[in-house]
């Protein structure tokens, strides 16, 4: 499988059968990322979500538990009620965090304020 080298959004192969599965993933990988801003960056335990979550962000804590664990510093989306997907952050992300009203960078491995 190819991937964009930034994003590590999946290309179309040729001859796909089904084109619109990797076009979909990388819509959401975009919508996701572009303008990040979190609802927190404290949380090492998923809060629980409903249908009206989905799209939600958040930056995983340090000693993170439950369907989060393995995954700190990572940005959690929620795709569905109680359902998440984990994206690892670059050198240089950016977002807002909404919750404590900061702006937030991710450099040498951590997120901190920018």
């Known amino acids: 499988m190819s991937t964009t080298p930034n994003l590590n959004l999946e290309l179309v192969p040729s001859n796909s059968l089904q084109p619109w599965v990797a ?4 819509l959401q ?3 996701a990322l572009v303008q990040l801003t979190v609802e927190s960056r404290t ?3 998923p809060p629980a979500t409903v249908s009206g ?3 939600k962000r958040w930056i995983v804590a340090a000693s993170a538990t ?3 664990a393995g995954h700190d510093d990572d ?4 795709t569905a009620a109680g359902l998440w997907r984990f994206i690892t952050p670059r050198e240089g992300f ?5 919750g404590a009203g900061e702006r937030v960078r ?3 491995g951590a997120w901190a304020l920018a």
């Open 23 to 26: 076009v979909n993933d990388a």
């Open 29 to 31: 990988l975009l919508d």
């Open 43 to 45: 949380l090492t335990a």
């Open 53 to 55: 979550d989905v799209g």
């Open 66 to 68: 439950g369907d989060w």
């Open 75 to 78: 940005i959690a989306l929620c």
């Open 94 to 98: 950016e977002g807002w965090d909404a």
């Open 106 to 108: 991710y450099e040498s």
